[in-house]
């Protein structure tokens, strides 16, 4: 079966620092991971993916994403926060022998002016 | 992303009614999707289509069912409307040409409250 944690149900962070967000999975064989922003009454939108290669993956908006095979996880980061990253980021993986993807519960990111 | 709409926006209606929550892309995708999402769950699968003759049900299909009605549109309807289906409502698309791991494209969500 496939799964994906997302520990942290809120993260703060001040506005110009380091930020992260958790994610963690399961799944069989190799793993095609993403993770999409939620902002106010909007759709997901895409940030990045990760699907074979390189362990650091750069998206949208200066966001990149660090693929740790050992560790079973895709933590999101930015090396420095603005107010605007304030939203709803949600994790999703879909293993080599799954349908579809599975998404996690959602992390809410408050960055603080 | 206003290539994948949905229709109504916001949507409220009583136990046992019957209703339809309609979906359009222009994205030319052939894979269309419906998702709920509730706080704390994330999303969950209802129901996906990888082409206008191909129908799925997803983890929690029951109380729902959907209809492609071409490549461009995939309805959802919940038959006999229940509290507990109320959500945020969600529709996606990916193209099947770009393998297993195909981004999804959201549309804006429709909110729904059955009272």
């Known amino acids: 079966a496939q799964s994906v944690a997302q520990p942290e149900d809120q993260v703060n962070v001040a506005e110009g620092n380091p930020l992260t967000v958790k994610c963690t999975y399961s799944v069989s064989g190799n793993p095609y991971l993403f993770w999409y922003v939620q902002y106010p009454n909007r759709g997901l939108q895409f940030l990045l993916k990760y699907i074979t290669g390189d362990n650091l993956v750069k998206g949208s908006y200066g966001f990149e994403a660090e693929f740790n095979k050992s560790q079973t996880s895709f933590h999101l980061k930015k090396p420095s926060a603005l107010v605007s990253d304030s939203a709803l980021y949600f994790c999703a993986v879909k293993g080599d022998y799954g349908q579809n993807f599975v998404f996690g519960p959602g992390t809410r990111l408050s960055v603080l002016p | 992303d206003a290539d994948v709409t949905q229709t109504p926006r916001n949507r409220i209606t009583k136990t046992g009614k019957r209703i339809m929550l309609e979906c359009s892309q222009t994205k030319g995708h052939d894979r269309m999707y419906w998702y709920r999402q509730d706080p704390g769950l994330g999303l969950q699968l209802i129901y996906y289509s990888f082409d206008v003759k191909d129908i799925n049900k997803g983890e929690i299909s029951d109380g729902y069912s959907v209809s492609r009605q071409a490549q461009a549109k995939f309805s959802l309807s919940l038959e006999s409307a229940i509290p507990n289906q109320t959500a945020l409502y969600f529709c996606?698309?990916?193209?099947?040409?770009?393998?297993?791991?195909?981004?999804?494209?959201f549309g804006p969500g429709t909110r729904l409250l059955v009272l």
């Open positions: 996606a698309t990916s193209a099947s040409d770009s393998g297993r791991a195909g981004t999804q494209y």
